[in-house]
């Protein structure tokens, strides 16, 4: 079946370095691929998303590229802050469904 | 604000208890999921609803079902709870496709323990 990798599962940086998240997708026909950010104890939230006729989208220091060929998409933040700790996951839609499979997730930890 | 309340955030049940999980969303979305969240195992969806009555089975759906009876609310059943169903329970709404945000709403989650 469809299925999500992401990796690393755990990132720690220092303050105001930049953190990088990587996902690869097995549905080819897949269109959708979102971001989550889920702080300690809260819910997941969406951070920022891209669809397959874009190659890379930005929001101040948050940026996700896809690269369609290859079936990966990844997350770049730059001048990482402490409040970016959290866990992050990306997903991917099941074809052009409204439904999304989960990567595993992400412990990013940003050290003062 | 949109919102999407799951009816309770800690339950403690017993194995072979029937267990209602609720989740009311105050958006007017047409689609509704339920996923559960296990450490290493990220979010796996078990039901998925996009309209009233109308409901289709996730990756994992065995020992769950679900009931959308209206719009607003989507419930999770566990007919007979095992400890193996000890997790963490999400549920999610989007609008249906078509519309400029595809994001899902996720609900604040219920931290089910089944003992």
């Known amino acids: 079946g469809e299925n999500v990798e992401q990796h690393p599962s755990t990132l720690s940086v220092q303050e105001g370095d930049s953190a990088v998240i990587k996902c690869t997708y097995s549905?080819?026909?897949?269109?959708?691929f979102p971001w989550y950010k889920q702080e300690l104890g809260k819910r997941p939230q969406l951070i920022i998303d891209?669809?397959?006729?874009?190659g890379e989208k930005k929001d101040q220091r948050i940026a996700v590229t896809l690269n369609k060929t290859a079936k990966h998409f990844s997350l770049h933040i730059t001048e990482t802050q402490p409040e970016d700790s959290a866990v992050y996951f990306c997903?991917?839609?099941?074809?052009?469904?409204?439904?999304?499979?989960f990567g595993t997730g992400t412990r990013l930890q940003v050290f003062p | 604000d949109v919102k999407v309340t799951q009816s309770s955030r800690y339950l403690v049940k017993r194995t072979g208890e029937k267990v209602f999980l609720e989740c009311v969303q105050d958006?007017?979305?047409?689609?509704m999921f339920w996923y559960r969240q296990d450490p290493g195992l990220g979010l796996r969806l078990i039901y998925f609803?996009?309209?009233?009555?109308?409901?289709e089975k996730g990756d994992i759906p065995e020992g769950y079902s679900v009931s959308r009876e209206k719009k607003e609310r989507f419930s999770l059943i566990l007919e007979s709870a095992s400890t193996n169903q000890t997790s963490m329970y999400l549920c999610?709404?989007?609008?249906?496709?078509?519309?400029?945000?595809?994001?899902?709403?996720f609900g604040s989650g219920t931290r089910l323990t089944v003992v």
């Open positions: 609803s996009y309209d009233v009555k109308m409901k």
């Open positions: 891209i669809r397959s006729n874009v």
């Open positions: 999610a709404s989007r609008r249906f496709p078509g519309a400029t945000n595809y994001g899902y709403t």
């Open positions: 549905d080819s026909a897949s269109n959708y």
């Open positions: 997903a991917a839609s099941i074809g052009n469904t409204d439904k999304l499979i």
């Open positions: 958006m007017d979305h047409e689609n």
